[in-house]
């Protein structure tokens, strides 16, 4: 049982590239999300999903895209990478009763 | 949307001492409140949550309460220890999603 894992753990991207982070968790959970956390900052939903074929934004989506074909996976895809998202991105996901487990995180800088 | 706001964004006590740390919320269909504890580097981790039909709940130097009328909960870590030292974040549930607040640095001062 390996929990959340997502991939990679370090990135650097360069302006305008594209890429995706993966998330995957084998709790059999409903709910993911992915967060985001800036230096010295809190989190901040980015997408979340609750279920697979369900997505909706969380409080800051764009320049974010999401899926959700599986149970199983949620990845986040950085469309034009900017400076501005370069930041700790984290997945979660839970089952019913709102408890949430962080993955181990992806550190992000775009130059 | 949800707001929550958290009390202190630093707070620095001796060994031994009580930390108290305060969260309100804004949603009044907010049900479940959990506490997570992140150290430097690491992933947020689940140290405590209640729900909405309890007032109190402890385990061992961890205790949360909650205010549901006056719409705020706390975290209380009793004889402090170095290694609570850490950002301790509060959230609440909104529909499906959880909103943290903005999180509160713990020094534990040996």
């Known amino acids: 049982n390996a929990g959340v894992t997502q991939t990679p753990k370090f990135q650097v991207l360069k302006t305008g590239q594209s890429m995706t982070l993966q998330c995957a968790q084998d709790m059999n959970h409903e709910y993911m999300s992915w967060y985001r956390q800036d230096p010295g900052m809190g989190l901040r939903l980015i997408h979340y999903?609750?279920?697979?074929?369900?997505?909706d934004q969380g409080e800051v989506p764009n320049g974010y895209n999401v899926s959700r074909s599986t149970t199983e996976d949620f990845p986040l895809r950085l469309l034009s990478a900017a400076p501005s998202q370069t930041s700790v991105y984290f997945c979660?996901?839970?089952?019913?009763?709102?408890?949430?487990?962080f993955g181990e995180g992806s550190w992000l800088t775009v130059v | 949307g949800e707001n929550v706001e958290q009390h202190p964004s630093t707070l620095s006590v001796q060994e031994g001492d009580s930390a108290v740390i305060k969260c309100t919320y804004s949603d009044s269909a907010s049900n479940y409140f959990p506490w997570y504890k992140q150290e430097l580097g690491k992933r947020p981790q689940l140290i405590i949550d209640?729900?909405?039909?309890?007032g109190e709940k402890k385990d061992q130097r961890i205790a949360v309460t909650l205010n549901k009328t006056a719409k705020h909960f706390s975290l209380h870590i009793t004889e402090t220890q170095p290694e609570d030292s850490a950002v301790y974040f509060c959230a609440t549930n909104a529909g499906n999603m959880l909103t943290f607040g903005g999180g509160t640095r713990l020094m534990v001062k040996p």
């Open positions: 979660a996901s839970g089952g019913r009763g709102n408890t949430i487990y």
């Open positions: 209640i729900r909405s039909n309890v």
């Open positions: 999903s609750v279920g697979a074929g369900i997505t």
